[in-house]
C-alpha cells in the first residue's frame, strides 16, 4: 500500500512538473509570438513613416550646411552625394536595430495606434510636409553641433588645462 502511495505521488508529482514545464513553454512560446507581433509592427511604422527617408534626405543636407574641406560647390556637391549614398546603404541595419529596440520598448497596442496615425490623413500630411523641414533642422542642428564644440571646448580647456592646446588644435583642424 504503501509503495502504492509512493508510485501514485510521484505520478502526480511527475504530472505537475510536466504541466509546470508544458505551461512555462506555452508562455514563452506566447511571449516570443507577442515580440515578433512588436518587432514586425515597428518595421512597418518606420516603412509607412518614412524615416529612412528622412534620414538619408537629411545627412547629406547637414553636410552641405557644415564647414567642409569642400572649396568649391562641385566638391561640395560630390561630398554631399557620397554622403547619400553611403547613409542609404547602411540606413536598412540602422533601422532594423531601432525597430528591435522599439519592439523591446513600446507595447503592441502602442505600436498599433502609432502605425494607425502614420496612416492617418494627418500622419500622411506630416509625413508629406518632412522634407520641407529638412533644410532648416540640418542648420539649426549644424549651428548647435558648432555652439557646443566651442562651449566643451571652453570647459574642457579650463578642467584639463594641459590638454587643451592638443583639443583645440585637433577640432579646428577638423572644421
Known amino acids: 500500500m504503501r509503495a502504492t502511495t509512493i ?7 511527475a504530472t505537475v512538473l510536466m504541466g509546470a514545464a508544458g505551461a512555462l513553454a506555452a508562455d514563452r512560446k506566447s511571449a516570443e509570438g507577442g515580440a515578433m507581433r512588436r ?6 511604422y518606420l516603412a509607412a ?3 529612412a527617408d528622412d534620414l538619408i534626405n537629411s545627412y547629406p543636407e547637414m553636410v552641405r550646411l557644415s564647414k567642409s574641406a569642400c572649396k568649391t560647390d562641385a566638391c561640395t556637391l560630390a561630398l554631399v552625394a557620397a554622403v547619400k549614398q553611403a547613409t542609404a546603404e547602411a540606413a536598412p541595419a540602422y533601422f532594423e536595430g531601432i525597430a528591435r529596440i522599439w519592439a523591446d520598448t513600446f507595447t503592441e497596442k502602442e505600436l498599433k495606434d502609432s502605425l494607425a496615425f502614420v496612416s492617418s490623413p494627418s500622419g500622411q500630411a506630416m509625413i508629406a510636409k518632412a522634407p520641407l ?10 549651428h548647435m553641433q558648432e555652439q557646443v564644440w566651442e562651449r566643451a571646448g571652453a570647459y574642457f580647456c579650463k ?9 583645440t588644435a585637433k577640432t579646428q583642424s577638423e572644421s
Do not use: D, N, T, Y
Open 49 to 51: 513613416s518614412h524615416k
Open 39 to 44: 518587432l514586425e509592427l515597428a518595421r512597418q
Open 159 to 167: 578642467a584639463q588645462p594641459a590638454e587643451c592646446q592638443s583639443f
Open 7 to 13: 508510485r501514485l505521488s510521484l505520478v502526480l508529482a
Open 133 to 142: 523641414l529638412i533644410p532648416g533642422e540640418s542648420a539649426l542642428s549644424v
